[in-house]
């Protein structure tokens, strides 16, 4: 039982240790980390938004869906990163903030379904 506390201990102050590390990178590449992390999280969740609207959808409302995301994808993609001789660059704020963004819009488009019916015309 011992150990089992003691293991539990040990990973519990790593996970602390790591989101305290996000409270004050100490270089670049720690905060890179940090802002992957939340970026990684926000993708998460438009995925999630998303199908959970596609299911709500009938399949005129699922072909706006796609169409309007791939468009949002384009977007974001010329908005946020650029390529350079020197390699592919993306801006994280941006992609984050932008993720974000278009998350609560499909999260809008979810509680119009549910509420209201789903709108089409919106997507």
């Not at 003691?6 to 590390?21: D, Q, T």
């Amino acid at each position: 039982m011992k150990k089992l506390l003691l293991a539990l201990l040990v990973c519990l102050s790593g996970s602390a240790f790591a989101n305290s590390a996000c409270d004050a990178p100490k270089n670049d590449f720690d905060g890179l980390y940090c802002l992957n992390k939340v970026y990684q999280e926000a993708d998460k969740e438009l995925n999630e938004n998303y199908k959970k609207l596609s299911s709500h959808l009938d399949s005129d409302g699922k072909k706006a869906l796609k169409s309007g995301q791939l468009a949002w994808i384009e977007s974001r993609n010329q908005n946020c990163s650029k390529r350079e001789a020197k390699g592919f660059f993306v801006n994280l704020d941006c992609a984050t903030s932008t993720t974000i963004e278009r998350s609560r819009f499909l999260q809008d488009r979810v509680r119009e379904c549910t509420s209201a019916g789903c709108m089409n015309s919106k997507l």
